[in-house]
Each structure stands twice: as C-alpha cells, then as structure tokens.
C-alpha cells in the first residue's frame, strides 16, 4: 500500500521557472511533511518541512503548500536553478505510536534548463 | 560538525554471501534509522532504533536481514545469505530527541552478483 503518492515522475523547466511538485497522503494521522533533495550518489538532504497546523512554510526559494482537507502538499522553487537540478522526495511520519519513521514518495526527477 | 557516516560506500559481492554494512550517527542523536532505496525509486523503511527501547523492526523484508544498535552509537545492519533482489543502495539517517529532522548519510551502494 503506497501511503504517499508523489507527482510527476518527471519535470523539465527552464531557468527562472516554477517548478512544482505535489503530493498526496491516505493516513490521516500523519503529522510531520518533509521535502528531500537528493544529488546522484548523495543521500537525501531536508530542504524544508511543515507540520498540518499552518498552510503554507517558506524557507529561501522553497515554499510548502498543504491542505490538510485534501490530504495534500506541495513544493514550489521559486526562481529555479540549473544546480536545482535533482530527485526530491516528499515524505510523512507519523510521531504518535510510529516512530517518526518517515514514508516516502517515489521521487520527482527535475531538470533545470539554461 | 560530522554528519552521518557510512561504510562501505560500495559492496560487490556474491549471492548467498553474507554483508555487514555499518552506521556512525551524528553524535548526540538519539534515534537511527535504516532505509532502503532501490533503483529509481524511493525509499523503504527497514528498521528504527531509539534510545535503549526495543527496535522497530516492522520494514525487515526477510529473516535474512537484522540491524543491531549499541547505545547511542554505531549500527550495523547484516544481510544473511544476499539475494539480487538485495541490490539497493542502503542509507542510514540519524535524528535528534523528538524524532525529526532526520539526517542521511551518502549510503552504502550494494550490489549481488
């Protein structure tokens, strides 16, 4: 069972743009939302996270969107990079009775273009 | 400071051997994770340790695999008699008390031949 559904598999944008990915969560009890950027041959790197008590986080040119009504959040680059380029992962834990093990997307393969 | 270290970062070796693969957490973390990432794909929860509590062992895909922790430092997670299907790379992530953030290291790529 894929508790976290990530979206597109792939992404191409040119430098500048708004590259935005989205995620979709079944477990209601989740409490925790890290976004993941991962270089090939690194492990992943947090680049942001929300907890479902606030809509919206902004940290530097990332921005989370979440809608908890949906079950669903998003990351946003804003003015997007060639060395942005990279998999990024969303991912939810569940604190409460789960560890804070984290579930992850499938991953989100963008590439930047000059 | 140092982050989470790992090794081998590479390990070949042949089916039905034996692998250790080892983890030194960020120090003063508390919690260690093992995950497994497959080709192109994202990561699976193997096992989580915390403090001196029993470990989580729900994400073990087999007997074949088990993880031991000594306090609050290295791990080691051993795959008994390995399978192709074990070929993965194999990161491990550290946290601090509370849980999150979790912090990765660069993984161990393993390979079955």
């Known amino acids: 069972q894929q508790q976290v559904k990530q979206s597109p598999q792939s992404l191409i944008v040119q430098k500048g743009g708004i590259p935005i990915i989205n995620c979709a969560y079944e477990n209601t009890a989740f409490d925790y939302f890290p976004w993941y950027q991962q270089f090939p041959g690194k492990g992943p790197a947090l680049l942001i996270a929300?907890?479902?008590?606030?809509s919206e986080k902004k940290e530097g040119r990332f921005t989370i969107s979440f809608n908890k009504s949906a079950k669903q959040f998003s990351l946003h680059i804003m003015d997007s990079q060639p060395g942005d380029s990279a998999t990024y992962f969303c991912a939810a834990s569940l604190a409460t009775g789960g560890g804070n093990k984290l579930t992850f997307g499938t991953g989100t393969q963008l590439k930047v273009e000059l | 400071g140092a982050g989470v270290s790992q090794s081998p970062s590479n390990k070949v070796t042949e089916k039905g051997k034996d692998v250790e693969l080892r983890c030194d957490p960020i120090?003063?973390?508390?919690?260690l994770y093992w995950y497994r990432q497959r080709l192109g794909q994202g990561l699976e929860f193997l096992i989580y340790f915390q403090g001196n509590s029993a470990p989580d062992k729900s994400g073990l895909p087999s007997d074949r695999f088990s993880a031991e922790r000594t306090g609050e430092s290295v791990s080691t997670l051993t795959i008994q008699r390995t399978q192709q299907e074990d070929s993965a790379v194999y990161l491990c992530?550290?946290?601090?008390?509370?849980?999150?953030?979790?912090?990765f290291g660069d993984g161990t790529r393993l390979s079955i031949l």
């Open positions: 929300i907890r479902p008590d606030v």
């Open positions: 120090s003063g973390h508390t919690a």
């Open positions: 992530a550290s946290s601090p008390p509370g849980g999150q953030p979790q912090h």
